[in-house]
């Protein structure tokens, strides 16, 4: 694939793009200048601005197609745009916000039967039907909103694509440990980040919600199996089984979960979660870096840079 993340640093770009996010700042000498991340179809990169104007504020907002010049080069481990020339590109000039959009590598319908058929598969019935209620009541946000703002799965269709390769992890586990519980795992699996589509504001562009920063997905998602409950006349256990594997799959209180897991399910959907964000975020920082070098550094992990084998092409 080509794009913006394939250019190797000392390069000059002179690209369409599209800004996914802008961030004003001031340096230690007073100046305004306005960090902008710009996005195609292979990823994004940051740059900078310097002595921005109110002018350039207004024009280079999010959802702006710009044509850019500029230098690659590293800074503290990162790839960042030099930038020598940008303008804000009008929408009549033959290009639109999805030309320059990452999406799922499968497409929304293959996703969703693939969903459809886990559910099937569910033996419990108040399992099922809670679940198969809470995915029917989001399903078109669901399947098109990306799963965080960064570090994994940030592309269109991300949640659902997250959820997709965490279900057949599961199926493989489950075969390998017949002592869990399919029906908990699958259902944990779909509504673990199903809160995300209120926390997130949509697909491009995203940020948190009001809900999202005061509340956050997890909590959401709690009330909202207690609601689909509630309407569906269901009082059993399985209720509450289904709120701690949600509550609990970030796995410990420094990661953000206010119950640590406490059921077998639990435990291991918080490392079926975690294997595939980090499959997701080396995946992608891997496929754009030569073998025989070592890739950026990656701040979710531990802000380490991973050495791609020579015998790796």
């Given at each position: 694939?080509?794009?913006?993340?394939?250019?190797?640093?000392?390069?000059?770009?002179?690209?369409?793009?599209?800004?996914?996010?802008?961030?004003?700042?001031?340096?230690?000498?007073?100046?305004?200048?306005?960090?902008?991340?710009?996005?195609?179809?292979?990823?994004?990169?940051?740059?900078?601005?310097?002595?921005?104007?109110?002018?350039?504020?207004?024009?280079?907002?999010?959802?702006?197609?710009?044509?850019?010049?500029?230098?690659?080069?590293?800074?503290?481990?990162?790839?960042?745009?030099?930038?020598?020339?940008?303008?804000?590109?009008?929408?009549?000039?033959?290009?639109?916000?999805?030309?320059?959009?990452?999406?799922?590598?499968?497409?929304?319908?293959?996703?969703?039967?693939?969903?459809?058929?886990?559910?099937?598969?569910?033996?419990?019935?108040?399992?099922?039907?809670?679940?198969r209620h809470l995915i029917k009541k989001y399903q078109k946000d669901f399947l098109e909103y990306p799963?965080?703002?960064?570090?994994?799965?940030?592309?269109?269709?991300?949640?659902?694509?997250?959820?997709?390769?965490?279900?057949?992890?599961?199926?493989?586990?489950?075969?390998?440990?017949?002592?869990?519980?399919?029906?908990?795992?699958?259902?944990?699996?779909?509504?673990?980040?199903?809160?995300?589509?209120?926390?997130?504001?949509?697909?491009?562009?995203?940020?948190?919600?009001?809900?999202?920063?005061?509340?956050?997905?997890?909590?959401?998602?709690?009330?909202?199996?207690?609601?689909?409950?509630?309407?569906?006349?269901?009082?059993?256990?399985?209720?509450?089984?289904?709120?701690?594997?949600?509550?609990?799959?970030?796995?410990?209180?420094?990661?953000?979960?206010?119950?640590?897991?406490?059921?077998?399910?639990?435990?291991?959907?918080?490392?079926?979660?975690?294997?595939?964000?980090?499959?997701?975020?080396?995946?992608?920082?891997?496929?754009?870096?030569?073998?025989?070098?070592?890739?950026?550094?990656?701040?979710?992990?531990?802000?380490?840079?991973?050495?791609?084998?020579?015998?790796?092409?």
């Amino acid at each position: 694939m080509s794009g913006i993340t394939t250019y190797a640093v000392g390069e000059t770009i002179d690209l369409h793009l599209l800004i996914k996010q802008m961030t004003k700042g001031t340096t230690n000498t007073g100046k305004p200048f306005l960090t902008i991340i710009l996005q195609d179809k292979s990823g994004d990169i940051e740059a900078k601005l310097w002595d921005a104007s109110d002018q350039d504020e207004k024009a280079y907002q999010p959802e702006t197609i710009v044509k850019v010049v500029g230098d690659i080069h590293n800074y503290r481990g990162k790839n960042q745009l030099k930038i020598k020339q940008i303008r804000p590109v009008s929408p009549g000039d033959g290009f639109s916000i999805a030309d320059f959009l990452e999406t799922a590598p499968v497409s929304i319908d293959e996703m969703s039967s693939k969903i459809t058929q886990y559910i099937f598969e569910m033996r419990n019935p108040n399992i099922q039907r809670i679940t198969r209620h809470l995915i029917k009541k989001y399903q078109k946000d669901f399947l098109e909103y990306p799963a965080a703002t960064k570090n994994h799965h940030e592309f269109v269709s991300g949640l659902a694509y997250h959820v997709v390769s965490m279900l057949d992890l599961s199926k493989a586990i489950a075969g390998l440990y017949p002592t869990l519980d399919s029906d908990l795992l699958y259902a944990g699996v779909i509504l673990h980040d199903l809160g995300k589509v209120i926390e997130l504001s949509g697909p491009t562009s995203t940020t948190y919600t009001i809900e999202g920063n005061l509340i956050g997905h997890i909590s959401i998602m709690v009330n909202e199996i207690g609601k689909a409950a509630d309407e569906l006349g269901i009082e059993r256990e399985e209720v509450m089984i289904l709120q701690h594997l949600v509550l609990s799959h970030h796995g410990k209180a420094e990661w953000g979960s206010p119950k640590p897991p406490l059921i077998r399910e639990a435990e291991i959907l918080h490392y079926i979660d975690n294997v595939d964000a980090k499959m997701n975020m080396l995946d992608r920082v891997l496929s754009r870096t030569k073998p025989g070098e070592y890739t950026e550094r990656v701040f979710a992990l531990d802000n380490r840079s991973f050495y791609k084998p020579t015998f790796h092409e």
